[in-house]
């Protein structure tokens, strides 16, 4: 079983930084390989939107609204992926879910894609 697990979401003023965190865990030597890993973002009423990704090897990818206050990174080794967030305004208020394709040993051709639960991030005026 697949588990990916968010973190470091909370409370903090405009202009304040979080740092999020996302691990993706299965059975031991069970994960073939990560492809991506990224974070996506949602309010109620709003559809589910793409923040950050990074493909393994590649640069990461931004949506225009976090550009230049986001950054995203991965450390391939032990499965994890971060999110850098400054400058926060009141706009970044909403559930981060952490998302990871993934490729298990057993069906290593398959590519599935994983979710977390989400964790919460709201800034305050």
């Known amino acids: 079983q697949v588990q990916v697990v968010e973190s470091g979401g909370g409370l903090v003023q405009a202009g304040g930084s979080l740092r999020l965190s996302c691990a993706a865990s299965?059975?031991?030597?069970?994960?073939?390989?990560?492809?991506?890993m990224g974070w996506y973002r949602q309010v109620p009423g709003k559809e589910r939107e793409l923040v950050a990704i990074?493909?393994?090897?590649?640069?990461?990818v931004y949506a225009d609204s976090v550009k230049g206050r986001f950054t995203i990174s991965r450390d391939n080794a032990k499965n994890l992926v971060y999110l850098q967030m400054n400058s926060l305004k009141p706009e970044d208020t909403a559930v981060y879910y952490c998302?990871?394709?993934?490729?298990?040993?057993?069906?290593?051709?398959?590519?599935?894609?994983?979710w977390g639960q989400g964790t919460q991030v709201t800034v305050s005026s």
């Open positions: 998302n990871a394709h993934i490729r298990l040993r057993s069906s290593w051709i398959q590519e599935n894609e994983y």
């Open positions: 299965a059975a031991s030597g069970s994960i073939f390989s990560i492809n991506s």
């Open positions: 990074k493909k393994t090897a590649e640069s990461g």
